[in-house]
C-alpha cells in the first residue's frame, strides 16, 4: 500500500521540503512506468478491453491526491489509473485487475475503466464521461453530514464539462455548499476534439455561473498542485464550500490504446514533453539541493517494482465461472414476516411518512432528498414537517434528477442510506445512467467491495388525466437491468413493511407507489414491522385461478375475485410486492394449486411483467397448465390525456373479471 502522508506531517504552501518531493516524484514514477506498462502488455493482449492511459497527468494525480486521508473520497475517469495510484491502491492488483484476474482489486470484475477501493475512498473510475462528479456530490454530501473534517475531490476531463450532469452536480455542491473540490484535468482533447470545437465558455466563467470560487494550476508541475489542493483542501475542511480547480496538463497517448491520434501534430506533443512533470519535478529536485542521483535511483527502484508487480499479476488465476453470479446483488437479512397487529386505519400516505419517519428516527445515516420534500414537505405533502424535525436530513434539492440519484449512489458508497425522491417514475429517463451503469453495476464492478444500500422513491399512475409523460408504468423496464430491486406495494400495511425494509436493504431499490391509493385507507400495523423483500404472497386464496398481480392493479383484482366468487369462481391473488428479483416460487406454487394462470398490471402489455411470468409458467410450470395464460394490461401506447381514451386504455376489475371466465371456461386436461 502506497503511504499516504498525515496532516501532521505535511508543509505549508511554499514550504514543500526535499522529502516530500522526493516522494512526490517517486509516486509520479510509479504512475508513469504503471501507464508505459499497460501500453505494452495490452499490445501483448495481455490486457483485454478498452485500455485508456494518462501519461503525461501525473501531476495533477500526485499533486491532487497529496493532502488526502484514506476518509476523503475521490471519483476518477476512464483515464483513472493514476488517480488510484496516487490515492493508495498497490501496483500488483491494479496490474491483475487491468488482466482480468482474480487477484485484481476488484477481483477482475471492473477493468481498466471501473477500478475502486472504497475502503481508501476511492469511489470508482468511471466508464461514463461525467458519471463521476454526481456521485462525488454524494460522497461529500456523506462528508458534510458526519462532519468529521472529511472531503471529497471529484476528477474529470475537458470533454465532461458538456454533459448534463456535470452541471447538475456542481449546482447542487452549490446549494447545498458542499466540501466537495471538482477537478478538472484540462488536457485540451474530448476523446479526439479540441477543446475550443467542444465549448465557448471557459471554466472560470462557468464557476461565477454557479457562485463558487475557481482556482487554475499549471497541472504538470506537482508542487503548484499540492501546494493549491493544500490551502483548498484545508479550507474545506473547515467548512469553505465547493471549489472547481482547472489544471492545465496533456495526455501523450491516443484517447485510447490503438488510437490512430490523426488529429493532432506530432509537433503539438513534442512542445507539451518539454513540460514532462517528471523533468519539471527533477528541476524543483535540483533547486532543493538534491542531487539528480536521487531521481536515478527512483526510477531503477521503481522499475524493479513494477516488474515484481507484474509478474504478481501474472501468478493470479482468472475468475472461476462457477462464481460468475457472485457480487450482483447482496441476499438480504430476512426478517421473518411477522403478521401484522391491526390498529386503527390509516392512509397509504401515512405509511410513507410513517415508515420513513421510522428509519429517521433510528438510524442516524438516512437522509431524504429530492425536488420539494423540505420546506414543501413533498407535491404530496407525504413529508410535510420532518424537514424541521431532521434539520440537514430531509434536503430540498434543484430540479436534478441526475444529481439527485447520482449524488445518493455516492453518499451510499460512503456509507449513508439516502432515500432520494423522483418526483414522478416518468422522470427516471433524465437519471438512467445513475440507476442503470452506476447504483445497479458498481457492487459487481468493484468485486463486492462497493454497498449502495440506496432507496429511489417515486410514484406513477394512471386514470386522472395526466397526459402521456406523467402516467408511465415502467417498472418492467427497472427490472430488466440486473442488480436493481423494484418493489410495488399494493396497500398501506405493505407500504410501510416493504419500505422500511427498503431502506435497510444494501441493495439499490426503486421504491414505486401509485399516487391514486395515498388515500387508501387500512389498518395501521405495529411500529417495528417489516416486509422481506423478494417475497410475493397470497393476498387472498382459492383453487380456480391464479390472478398475480401487484400495487394498484391488486385492488383491482381482488375486486374481482370477490364477484367471481359469486359465481363460484375461487380466484387465488398473488401479490408480487417485489417485481425484481421475481418470486418464482410462490407463482409456481400457486399455479401448481390452480393450474390457470392471469396476470394484471397497469405496465403496457408488450414485454412486461406478464410476459415474464408467462414465460415462467411455460418453461417451468407447464405441465400444470390447464389453459393458456393471459395478461391483462394496457395495450403497447402512450397513456391518453382525453378521459374517455384513457378509460378505453386502462384495464380495471371488470376486465380482470372477463379474463378469469374466459379462462376458467376452457376444459381441464
Known amino acids: 500500500m502506497v503511504s499516504t502522508p498525515t496532516e501532521a ?75 488510484c495510484l496516487a490515492k493508495g491502491l498497490d ?82 455542491a452549490a446549494v447545498w455548499d458542499l466540501p466537495v473540490v471538482f477537478f478538472c484535468e484540462n488536457n485540451h482533447y474530448s476523446e479526439f476534439s479540441r477543446e475550443e470545437d467542444q465549448h465557448r465558455a471557459g471554466l472560470a466563467a462557468r464557476a461565477a455561473g454557479y ?19 493544500h490551502r483548498l483542501v484545508a479550507g474545506l475542511r473547515t467548512g469553505d ?38 523533468v519539471v519535478a527533477r528541476a524543483r529536485m535540483l533547486e532543493l539541493g538534491l542531487d539528480v542521483s536521487v531521481a536515478d535511483e527512483i526510477d531503477r527502484e521503481v522499475t524493479a517494482q ?93 430540479i436534478s434528477e441526475s444529481a439527485i440519484v447520482g449524488g445518493g449512489v455516492g453518499a451510499a458508497m460512503a456509507g449513508m442510506r439516502p432515500v432520494v425522491e423522483v418526483m414522478y417514475m416518468d422522470f427516471i429517463g433524465v437519471c438512467l445512467d445513475a440507476l442503470m451503469n452506476q447504483a445497479a453495476k458498481l457492487r459487481f464492478m468493484t468485486g463486492g467491495q462497493a454497498s449502495i444500500p440506496l432507496v429511489v422513491r417515486t410514484q406513477f399512475g394512471a386514470g386522472r388525466s395526466s397526459g402521456s409523460q406523467h402516467s408511465q408504468s415502467l417498472e418492467a423496464m427497472l427490472a430488466h437491468i440486473p442488480g436493481l430491486t423494484v418493489v410495488m406495494p399494493s396497500d398501506p400495511a405493505e407500504t410501510y413493511g416493504l ?23 387500512g389498518p395501521r400495523p405495529q411500529a417495528d414491522y417489516l416486509i422481506p423483500l423478494g417475497k410475493a404472497r397470497i393476498a387472498r386464496p382459492g383453487r380456480d385461478v391464479t390472478v398475480v398481480s401487484y400495487s394498484r392493479m391488486l385492488q383491482e383484482a381482488l375486486a374481482a375475485a370477490d364477484e367471481l366468487a359469486g ?33 394484471a398490471h397497469e405496465g403496457v402489455q408488450d414485454f412486461g411483467v406478464g410476459a415474464e411470468i408467462a414465460a415462467l409458467a411455460a418453461n417451468e410450470g407447464f405441465w400444470h397448465l390447464d389453459a393458456p395464460v393471459v395478461r391483462v394490461a394496457p395495450v403497447a401506447m402512450p397513456a391518453p390525456y382525453s378521459p374517455g381514451l384513457e378509460k378505453a386504455w386502462l384495464p380495471d376489475r371488470t376486465v380482470i373479471t372477463d379474463a378469469v371466465r374466459r379462462v376458467v371456461q376452457v376444459p381441464a386436461r
Open 9 to 83: 506531517g505535511r508543509t505549508a504552501p511554499g514550504a514543500v521540503t526535499a522529502e516530500d518531493l522526493t516522494e512526490m516524484y517517486r509516486r509520479m514514477v510509479r504512475i508513469r512506468q504503471f501507464e508505459q506498462s499497460a501500453s505494452k502488455l495490452y499490445a501483448a493482449t495481455e490486457i483485454p478491453g478498452f485500455l485508456h492511459l494518462s501519461i503525461g497527468q501525473e501531476a495533477t494525480a500526485v499533486g491532487g491526491c497529496w493532502h488526502l486521508g484514506d476518509g476523503d473520497g475521490i471519483t476518477s475517469t476512464h483515464r483513472g489509473h493514476g488517480h
Open 91 to 172: 501496483l500488483a492488483p491494479m496490474f491483475a485487475e487491468l488482466m482480468g484476474r482474480e487477484a485484481g482489486t476488484c477481483r477482475g470484475r471492473g477493468g481498466s475503466m471501473h477500478i475502486a477501493d472504497p475502503g481508501v475512498g476511492i469511489f470508482g473510475a468511471n466508464g461514463i464521461v461525467g458519471a463521476g462528479l454526481p456521485i462525488v456530490s454524494g460522497v461529500a454530501t456523506a462528508a458534510q453530514l458526519r462532519g468529521r473534517g472529511e472531503v471529497a475531490v471529484g476528477f474529470f476531463g475537458d470533454g465532461a464539462v458538456a454533459q448534463g450532469m456535470w452541471h447538475e452536480a456542481v449546482n447542487l
Open 211 to 229: 457562485g463558487i470560487r475557481y482556482e487554475a494550476v499549471d497541472g504538470n508541475d506537482v508542487v503548484a498542485v499540492a501546494e493549491l489542493m
Open 241 to 278: 464550500g465547493p471549489v472547481l480547480v482547472e489544471a492545465d496538463t496533456y495526455r501523450w497517448h491516443g484517447h485510447y490504446e490503438g488510437d490512430p491520434i490523426s488529429y493532432r501534430e506530432a509537433a503539438e506533443l513534442d512542445e507539451w514533453k518539454k513540460r514532462d512533470p517528471l
Open 306 to 398: 513494477i516488474g515484481a508487480a507484474i509478474e504478481e499479476a501474472r501468478s493470479s488465476p482468472f475468475p472461476d465461472p462457477e462464481a460468475l453470479l457472485d457480487f450482483v446483488m447482496v441476499e438480504d437479512d430476512e426478517p421473518e414476516e411477522v403478521p401484522a397487529e391491526p390498529g386503527e386505519r390509516f392512509r397509504m400516505m401515512d405509511a410513507v411518512r410513517e415508515a420513513v419517519t421510522y428509519e429517521l428516527e433510528h438510524d442516524p445515516d438516512v437522509y431524504v432528498a429530492g425536488i420539494d420534500v423540505g420546506r414543501g414537505g413533498n407535491v404530496f405533502a407525504l413529508f410535510r414537517g420532518l424537514a424541521d424535525r431532521f434539520p440537514g436530513r430531509v434536503r430540498d434539492t434543484p
Open 499 to 521: 419500505l422500511r425494509a427498503a431502506i435497510r436493504s444494501p441493495n439499490p431499490v426503486v421504491f414505486v407507489e401509485n399516487r391514486l391509493q395515498y388515500g387508501l385507507k
Open 567 to 599: 359465481e363460484g369462481i375461487e380466484v387465488e391473488v398473488v401479490d408480487l410486492r417485489t417485481v425484481a428479483p421475481l418470486d418464482r416460487a410462490t407463482v409456481l406454487e400457486s399455479l401448481s394449486r390452480t393450474r390457470r394462470l392471469v396476470v
